[in-house]
């Protein structure tokens, strides 16, 4: 079973289609764990807004990325949380913020 490691670069690939930018370096990823007698991960993230309408589908790749990156993963279970809200001046990566243009 991939660690936590790995499978925060695997969702490196996945972007936010609005911004062009990855969602771990969003911030959007707030945790990750692994069941592993289950084969499942579950992602904890959140959106740029509670009302963004491509969640479903920034959602759906985030699930294609892992499950197709690792033979290892059987299962994804993808939340949607709202707590703490999300802040690009305090969770974005420092690439993130370079993006953003934030200084």
């Known amino acids: 079973m991939p660690g936590e490691h790995e ?13 062009g930018i990855s969602i771990v370096d969003l911030g959007l990823v ?16 959140t959106l740029t807004t509670p009302a963004c309408p491509l969640g479903p589908m920034i959602k759906t790749q985030a699930h294609a990325v892992l499950t197709s990156n690792f033979d290892a993963i059987r299962d994804v279970e993808i939340n949607l949380v709202w707590t703490p809200r999300w802040d690009p001046r ?14």
């Open 90 to 103: 305090t969770m974005a990566s420092e690439e993130g913020k370079v993006e953003l243009g934030i200084w």
């Open 7 to 19: 499978i925060m670069r695997a969702l490196k690939a996945v972007y936010d289609p609005e911004l």
């Open 30 to 45: 707030y945790g990750v764990n692994t069941v592993e007698d289950e084969s499942k991960v579950i992602v904890d993230m």
